[in-house]
């Protein structure tokens, strides 16, 4: 995490330096005021949002966000197998516990569409034997 703050701190110390290098360089005309989009990741450039593999625009915050977020994950990542073998030896980690609530809700969901196809076809064995 201090790598990546510290990386964030060089970002904006490098922009800033840009932004004087600009300013002495153009001083005293107008244009001046015009700024490229320093909080977007690469000023928004196609080419460097496809190494990312988007053509979204993406602010630098976001990337610094996820990238935090991977820290995150890392340090509680496990293969399920790895997870039941670990499960008694230690408490659950956030990720684990959102993905075991995610597999609940996913049986529930699939079961629930399992539920109404049933119903469907009883319905329409009901309306077979009518006829």
């Known amino acids: 995490m201090r790598a990546l703050d510290e990386a964030a701190e060089a970002r904006e ?12 360089q153009l001083y005293p005309d107008p244009v ?6 320093w909080n ?9 949002l496809e190494l990312l593999g988007t053509q979204n625009i993406v602010t630098t915050q976001q990337v610094l966000e996820s990238l935090r977020a991977d820290i995150d994950w ?12 670990l ?16 597999r609940q809700i996913d049986e529930g969901l699939r ?7 049933d119903r469907r076809v009883g319905g329409l064995e009901d309306a077979r ?3």
């Open 111 to 117: 079961l629930r569409r399992q539920l109404a196809a």
């Open 87 to 102: 499960e008694g030896s230690r408490p659950l980690t956030q990720d684990e516990r959102e993905r075991a609530r995610d």
């Open 13 to 24: 110390a490098l922009v800033q330096a840009r932004r004087v290098e600009v300013w002495a």
């Open 74 to 85: 890392i340090a509680g990542a496990v293969t399920n197998a790895q997870a039941s073998k």
């Open 129 to 131: 034997r009518k006829l």
């Open 40 to 48: 977007q990741l690469g000023g928004g450039l196609k080419r460097v």
């Open 32 to 37: 001046i005021g015009q700024e490229p989009i």
